[in-house]
């Protein structure tokens, strides 16, 4: 782990230490990387509660309650997929927070729509949940790592 993720994981771990608050992720693209950065963390097991990693749509829909005519309608990275993703896995946890991730990381699987280096946020919190797209540059790891990091920071600021 980059002192970077570990850092951010470390301040995410206080934030929702003190808020007495359990996380729970639902990742696509990251394929668990984000649980792997905040379990590096001694104590995690005072905040986190588990992790679910989704990367196929089946996946999404038996673990996560995602709807199929979510996924026909908009596709697996998509604004109402991450958000329907995060309330899953706040439903199917213990956790008051969730992260959904679901992206192109690419090499391939880019379209004129959604490029590589597309990725959708969606962020379950007791006070709503909310989404959003961000476009990254980079290989495959690079938009990885990055995604990550967006994500501990997003949630930082969001227990502010």
Not at 15 to 32: F, I, K, P, Q, V
Request: charged share 20%.
């Amino acid at each position: 782990m980059t002192d970077e993720l570990a850092y951010l994981s470390g301040q995410l771990g206080r934030r929702l230490a003190d808020a007495g608050l359990m996380l729970a992720t639902a990742e696509s693209c990251t394929g668990g990387w984000i649980s792997k950065c905040v379990t590096d963390i001694a104590g995690s097991s005072g905040w986190l509660d588990r992790g679910f990693v989704t990367y196929s749509n089946a996946a999404k829909q038996d673990m996560l309650g995602v709807a199929a005519a979510t996924l026909a309608e908009y596709g697996a990275v998509s604004e109402p997929v991450v958000r329907e993703m995060a309330m899953g896995a706040v439903a199917r946890s213990a956790a008051q927070v969730a992260v959904a991730v679901s992206g192109v990381a690419g090499p391939g699987g880019g379209s004129v729509d959604k490029p590589v280096g597309t990725v959708c946020f969606g962020f379950a919190l007791p006070d709503g949940v909310s989404t959003e797209t961000v476009y990254f540059r980079g290989d495959r790891e690079s938009v990885r790592r990055q995604s990550v990091a967006h994500v501990l920071t997003r949630l930082i600021e969001r227990l502010a």
